[in-house]
């Protein structure tokens, strides 16, 4: 299976601390995806990303996230001013078309205390 | 707004026996996709339904899509302990872009 990396795999921060998760999508991917995991729950759809800019996002996604792919193979979410709430597995997920199967990261833990 | 259920939440069930989830989308979907994720690991796709009615088999697991693209159906035949995990159903909506609805997810545990 192709493989999507992500770093770190364990994040500890302070609330209001502004926190960067990375991601390296599927070199061939054109489509990247962010989605949130609280222990036990659901996955949450977070922003799909395309051509460099943001094709969809939820309602999760307001003024404290941002996404960026800053040099056209890292896939970045920045979460700003973190809340305990924001604890959870953050997942990254690449696909080759649109809407269709993506390959999820391994997640990054982020622990708010 | 969009909802997604899977029911049931958990199932236990005896190596050999089948099992069964159920899926089912408050709005018409594109597509259907269903993921496995293993305990402490990441979603893992499955398969992808995109036709009325269509059903597609996987060695053990079959998998549907309704006629209404609204409800879909995993079933496994004779249940192995490397089925244990929590199999989500998944699909964008027809009406919006590429937004990913999951489902709540059925936690299967296989024992042995």
């Known amino acids: 299976e192709p493989e999507v990396t992500q770093t770190p795999s364990h994040q500890v921060t302070q609330m209001g601390q502004e926190v960067i998760l990375r991601c390296v999508p599927i070199s061939n991917h054109l489509y990247f995806y962010w989605y949130r995991q609280i222990l036990g729950q659901k996955v949450e759809f977070l922003v799909s990303?395309?051509?460099?800019?943001?094709?969809?996002k939820s309602e999760i996604f307001d003024d404290q996230f941002s996404v960026e792919r800053p040099d056209g193979s890292n896939f970045t979410l920045k979460i700003r001013s973190t809340k305990l709430e924001d604890s959870a597995m953050y997942f990254c997920a690449a696909g080759e078309q649109d809407r269709y199967e993506q390959y999820f990261g391994p997640g990054t833990r982020l622990t708010v205390t | 707004g969009q909802q997604v259920m899977q029911i049931p939440q958990y199932q236990h069930v005896q190596e050999g026996e089948d099992f069964t989830t159920y899926c089912n989308s408050s709005?018409?979907?594109?597509?259907i996709q269903w993921y496995k994720q293993r305990p402490g690991g990441h979603p893992v796709f499955l398969i992808q339904l995109v036709k009325s009615g269509e059903v597609k088999k996987q060695k053990r697991l079959t998998f549907q899509f309704g006629e209404a693209k609204k409800n879909s159906s995993l079933h496994i035949t004779a249940t192995q302990t490397t089925d244990v995990g929590t199999y989500f159903c998944?699909?964008?909506?027809?009406?919006?872009?590429?937004?990913?609805?999951f489902g709540t997810g059925t936690s299967l545990t296989v024992i042995p």
């Open positions: 998944a699909g964008p909506p027809l009406d919006t872009g590429n937004q990913f609805y």
């Open positions: 990303f395309y051509n460099n800019e943001i094709s969809e």
């Open positions: 709005t018409t979907l594109s597509n």
